[in-house]
């Protein structure tokens, strides 16, 4: 069974740097599309960005576009999310998540990681 592990949150100044890891077992990546989705308190789970394993597809969610980076490492079956210029407005508990549609439909995400506290304030 596939799991993902997802390592990287803490806390961070605005303006910093932060990256998340979500290493997966089981098949290699090529077979899925990767994403990160993020929850705020008091609000919706929202998507961030994905990746699709198998041509490298990006896709971003517009309030984070040009600040976060997404990649895959296929050696270490792990997918990143490099997050720069961060703001308070990041703060949340951010999801790796395992599908096989490309894009933001929580609902096409079959198995989800255990979450990562990202926390943004001087």
């Known amino acids: 069974q596939l799991q993902l592990v997802e390592s990287g949150g803490g806390l961070v100044q605005p303006g910093g740097s932060l990256r998340l890891s979500c290493a997966a077992s089981?098949?290699?990546?090529?077979?899925?599309?990767f994403g990160w989705f993020r929850q705020a308190p008091g609000k919706e789970r929202e998507g961030v960005s994905c990746?699709?394993?198998?041509?490298?597809?990006?896709l971003y969610a517009d309030s984070v576009k040009g600040r976060f980076t997404i990649s895959r490492d296929r050696g270490k079956n792990t997918v990143y999310l490099q997050m720069d210029s961060l703001k308070s407005e990041d703060t949340a508990v951010y999801y790796c998540?395992?599908?096989?549609?490309?894009?933001?439909?929580?609902?096409?995400?079959?198995?989800w990681g255990q979450g990562t506290q990202v926390t943004v304030s001087s």
């Open positions: 990746i699709s394993g198998k041509d490298g597809r990006t």
């Open positions: 089981g098949r290699t990546l090529d077979y899925y599309v």
């Open positions: 998540a395992r599908g096989y549609a490309f894009g933001f439909e929580t609902d096409e995400y079959v198995t």
